[in-house]
Every structure is written in C-alpha cells, then in structure tokens.
C-alpha cells in the first residue's frame, strides 16, 4: 500500500485531502479539512474565514468567501463577488468525489488616476466534478465545464470611455493523474478545448469623430499538457513550507533540501495548443488566420536535458489600406519552425542555483555561480538544432534546417536553404524600393546570393552553408572570404 499513500500525497498539489474523508460527515470531520486547505493556502484563510467547511449529510460543503479575500486584499468596495462552494462527499478506502456548479459572479469599480473602471464577469451553465480514489489505477479525475462566459468593462480617461465586451462558449478543461511507470511521481494530463470567443474593443477617435472598433474572434481552440514524473508530492511539501512561513522574515527551514528532493521536479512536459479561423477586424483593415499551432516539448532538470519549441501558422492574411500596395505579394503566408535544445548537466546547474545563498535568498544568482553554470552548460555538449521547416508567400517558397554545437569553446554549425526561385522577391524589392531606396543594396545582396546558389535535382536553389569553429565559412563548399 505504499503506492497508495505516495499517490495521497501527489494528489493534495492538485487538491487538498483530509484523513476526515474516511469518517462519515461531522464537525471534527470538517475542522480537518480546513486544516488541509490552511496547510496549503495559510492558516490565515481560515481565521478569516475565507474558507469554511461544515458538514452537509453525507458530505462536507466548502465555502469560499471571495468577498473577504478581496476586502483583505485591500479591494474593499472596489471589488464585489460571489461566494463559491462545492460538496465533498468520502468514499470507501480514502476515496472522495468533489460536486459543483456555480463560478462566482464578478463585478468592480476601481478608480484610475484620470478616471475609472467597471465592469462585470459572469458565468452560466457550470459544471465541476472531481474523483479521487487511492485504489484504481487513474487515481484522480477532474473537469470543469462552461457552457458561457460574459464580461464587459469600461475604462474611463481623462473624460474618455473605452469599452470591451467578451462572450466564450463552451469551454471543457479536464485533468487526470495516474502513477508513473517507476512509482517515482505521477502522470498528470490536462487538457482544454473552446468552443468560441469573440472580443469587440471601442475606444474614442478624434473629436467629432465615431468611435473606432476592433472585433478579435476564434472559432475554437483546444490545448493540453503532460507531465510524466511529476514529483507532485515533494512539490507539495514545499509548497505547503512556503505557505506555514509567509508572514516569517526568514525562508521556511530545509527548503534547500526539499527543492533538491523534488529534481528534477519532473521526467517530461509536452504541451501543445491550436486554434482555429483567427481573425482580427478593424477600421483600417484586418488579419486572419486558418489555424495557430504552437507545442513544446521539456524535460525537467534532469541529467539530460532538452527542450523542443514548434510553431506552425496557416493562411495567415493582413490586409489595410494603409499598407502599400505591394504589401499583397505577402500574402496568404504560411510557416512552420520547430527548434530544439539539448545538453548535459542541466542537474548540475540546478544544483548550483540551489546551493547559491543568494538565489536562496531573494532568487538572484550571485556572478559566481551563474559562471559555474555557464561552464557546465558549456561543457555540456550543447547543441541546436533546426528541424526541417518551411516558409511560403506568394513571392517565395523557402525550406530549412540546421544545427549548431559547440567545439571545445567555439561555436559551429549547419545551415540548409532552399528556394523555389528568387525572381519574384527581386521584383518585389525593386517594387519596394520605388518607395524606399534603401532597399536598393537588398537587391544586390539577394541578387549575390542567386549567384552563390547550386540547383537541386527538383530545380531549386540551394544554399548549404557550414560555420567551423575555426571561423571558416562556406557555401556549397566554396569558402568565404574571412569578415565577409
């Protein structure tokens, strides 16, 4: 049963447990759940009583009063909101399910230096549910669901009134967690999706004048994040030191030895997200977007490090009759770049950082250590590398890809580049150059890089240009002069 209670205690990151959960619903019961949420959150959030729990039949209600947590933040009469509560109902063998169904309605009134601001946010159709159970596999489970949103604001200035109005429709946002495949932490995996959003902005013109509007739209995003080995339960326990010692002059006790316990906080992270039909409106013009992807891939700080960041845009457009007319040969634009980072030592770097005093103290590096860690960085055979991307206008098509590494001190590297032809962007630049004639050495230059290139069996030009760490550069094998 070791297992189970590892996996008690990564689950309290996410949520608070209580042992009372085993107990059928009584007010010693409750006292032990609001210990739980004052071990994470402060005791202070329950002398306040921001957070209460009183038993509720076969379950426990928790009330968040948002209202006193505002006012003690120091937004008394600016702020208003709702309280928020949700019934936690125990299971057999620690389990526990978490029932809600309403997010707070939120409203405020804050002064500005030349004005005000108010608005409101408010939610329909909410739906949260959650399981623990310490026995199956997927210990925990979690969703929360929005069928709307509505905000409006208004921001006064100086006399002047902007305006926002925001509508989301549908947004599902779940989580669930299992054990990791070593026992050493947990799986955790998130993921989102929207439905739509729409965002309409109006802010004063000149004198006289209507005001100028921007509507900004999506159709729909989803999104989502793995962590493989989270060290939820070392996280937790220095989450819950930090929590016991914010009103202390001093940092928590132990905290270097519990930031150690968690490295490398976790194996990996891979994270992604896409949204769909992008499109921002304008009195002067507009741009669109068929799809926005973007992902990133991290490992933790772990012997072995890497870090991969991906971006791919489709069809994007921008038109504007303050653009010139040559603007439209940029048009519909596509691209997608995908780089990554590897190198050893990245433990050992957050070693350093960890047994600096300083960072210790308020966060900063002393020039020391960050010299240590640039040498074992250094040392560490980092390397780069461009995976193959593209790049389309109508005036070119471009691909690439690369790397670079270091050579005992010194960097070197690989660049590959194809093109279709480079005869529509020398139009393009001379095009360009009617307006603006220091454009005129780019049409050298590029017409210089014609020159350089050698053709492929598919008719492109081709640049493979290569950096030694001598300093020695070449194209298509030919060298370049130094300084050149």
Not at 419 to 435: G, H, N, R, W
């Amino acid at each position: 049963m070791r297992k189970f209670r590892l996996l008690a205690a990564s689950a309290a990151l996410v949520l608070p447990l209580a042992s009372a959960f085993a107990e059928s619903a009584t007010p010693e019961g409750a006292k032990s759940i609001e210990q739980d949420y004052a071990a994470f959150l402060t005791q202070a959030v329950i002398d306040t009583g921001i957070v209460t729990v009183a038993p509720d039949n076969d379950g426990y209600l928790v009330t968040w009063d948002l209202q006193k947590a505002a006012d003690l933040g120091g937004l008394e009469g600016a702020v208003k909101i709702d309280s928020m509560s949700y019934r936690l109902v125990p299971g057999p063998a620690g389990a526990w399910t978490l029932r809600g169904d309403h997010l707070p309605q939120i409203s405020f009134d804050v002064p500005t230096p030349n004005g005000q601001t108010t608005g409101a946010f408010d939610f329909h159709g909410v739906g949260v549910d959650g399981v623990y159970d310490p026995m199956a596999r997927e210990f925990l489970r979690s969703r929360l669901g929005i069928e709307a949103m509505e905000g409006a604001f208004k921001v006064g200035d100086a006399g002047r009134q902007s305006r926002v109005k925001i509508a989301e429709e549908g947004l599902v946002v779940e989580a669930r967690a299992i054990p990791s495949a070593d026992d050493d932490g947990v799986d955790l995996a998130i993921a989102e999706a929207l439905k739509s959003m729409r965002e309409t902005a109006s802010a004063p013109s000149g004198e006289g004048e209507d005001d100028a509007q921007m509507n900004y739209g999506v159709s729909g995003t989803v999104a989502g994040a793995t962590f493989t080995g989270l060290r939820a339960s070392e996280i937790a326990a220095l989450w819950r030191s930090f929590a016991a010692h914010l009103d202390a002059d001093q940092r928590p006790p132990a905290i270097r030895e519990r930031l150690l316990a968690a490295l490398p906080f976790w194996n990996q992270l891979r994270a992604h997200a896409e949204i769909s039909d992008v499109s921002v409106e304008t009195p002067q013009g507009g741009a669109r977007m068929k799809t926005l992807q973007e992902s990133l891939d991290l490992t933790g700080l772990t012997r072995k490090g890497a870090a991969e960041i991906a971006l791919a845009i489709q069809d994007m457009t921008l038109k504007s009759d303050l653009l010139p007319p040559w603007s439209g040969e940029l048009w519909p634009a596509t691209l997608s770049l995908d780089v990554i980072a590897t190198g050893e030592g990245w433990d050992k770097a957050a070693r350093l950082a960890i047994d600096d005093p300083d960072f210790l103290a308020d966060g900063a590096l002393s020039a020391d250590t960050q010299d240590k860690i640039g040498e074992v960085l250094t040392s560490g055979e980092p390397k780069l590398v461009l995976k193959p991307g593209h790049l389309k206008i109508p005036t070119i098509d471009l691909a690439f890809e690369g790397e670079a590494h270091i050579e005992g001190a010194q960097p070197a590297g690989r660049l590959k580049i194809s093109a279709d032809s480079l005869d529509k962007t020398i139009a393009l630049l001379q095009e360009m150059a009617k307006d603006d004639a220091s454009l005129t050495p780019a049409i050298l230059g590029v017409t210089l890089l014609k020159g350089l290139a050698t053709t492929n069996a598919e008719g492109r030009l081709v640049w493979d240009i290569v950096a030694t760490a001598d300093g020695d550069l070449t194209v298509n094998g030919a060298p370049l002069p130094r300084g050149q």
